[in-house]
T-cell receptor, first 113, second 116 residues
Framework: ELKVEQNPLFLSMQEGKNYTIYCNYS?????LYWYRQDPGKSLESLFV?????AVKQEGRLMASLDTKARLSTLHITAAVHDLSATYFC?????????????FGEGTQLTVNP | GAGVSQTPSNKVTEKGKYVELRCDPI?????LYWYRQSLGQGPEFLIY????????DSGLPNDRFFAVRPEGSVSTLKIQRTERGDSAVYLC??????????????FGEGSRLTVL
């Protein structure tokens, strides 16, 4: 059974600081997704990582994938308050033909002024 | 439509009642998924449709849960004899082609179910 673990689960940081959220998963996969969720809202797709070594950047967020280590990172640069949200990574399992995503527990990020 | 549409957005019901939740996917998306999200948790997979058929229903927790997609577009998640533990947000997502393309899922706003 595919397990996806994120850490930290809670992150409080000051504006302007940098930090990294980690996503580890337990079985072979070459597709990983990052989503953002605001309170009471649905999930917004941030990044789609489809191969080992993939790196994508959008604004102050950068995501990478290391399939050998079964690890993805979401790096936050010079955080601003608008980034406060819960961030989920989700992994597609090769065992199920990529049809289902398994999500981590989420990282609740609070950026303080 | 422009995005995945779910109705109702909120549903309060009593224990033992029957509930239906509806999902209208993005036009042209052949794959449709149902997930359940409890407070403070990540979404948990329930069922996946490719066209009209359920390609993977291994996430349905028990036989009180059932979902249909008769014409390959709109889907209905049906919950019989609801229990308090069924209270959660039920999320629907669609994608262009399950298992192909990028596999990126596009989520609706969810239906918040509260069982009293």
């Amino acid at each position: 059974e595919l397990k996806v673990e994120q850490n930290p689960l809670f992150l409080s940081m000051q504006e302007g600081k940098n930090y990294t959220i980690y996503c580890n998963y337990s079985t072979t996969s070459d597709r990983l997704y990052w989503y953002r969720q605001d309170p009471g809202k649905s999930l917004e797709s941030l990044f789609v990582l489809l191969s080992n070594g993939a790196v994508k950047q959008e604004g102050r967020l950068m995501a990478s994938l290391d399939t050998k280590a079964r690890l993805s990172t979401l790096h936050i640069t010079a955080a601003v308050h608008d980034l406060s949200a819960t961030y989920f990574c989700a992994v597609a399992s090769k065992e199920t033909s990529g049809s289902r995503l398994t999500f981590g527990e989420g990282t609740q990020l609070t950026v303080n002024p | 439509g422009a995005g995945v549409s779910q109705t109702p957005s909120n549903k309060v019901t009593e224990k033992g009642k029957y509930v239906e939740l509806r999902c209208d996917p993005i036009s042209g998306h052949t794959a449709l998924y149902w997930y359940r999200q409890s407070l403070g948790q990540g979404p948990e997979f329930l069922i996946y449709f490719q066209g009209t058929g359920a390609a993977d229903d291994s996430g349905l927790p028990n036989d009180r849960f059932f979902a249909v997609r008769p014409e390959g577009s709109v889907s209905t998640l049906k919950i019989q004899r609801t229990e308090r533990g069924d209270s959660a947000v039920y999320l629907c997502a669609s994608s262009l082609q399950g298992g192909g393309n990028t596999g990126e899922l596009f989520f609706g706003e969810g239906s918040r179910l509260t069982v009293l």
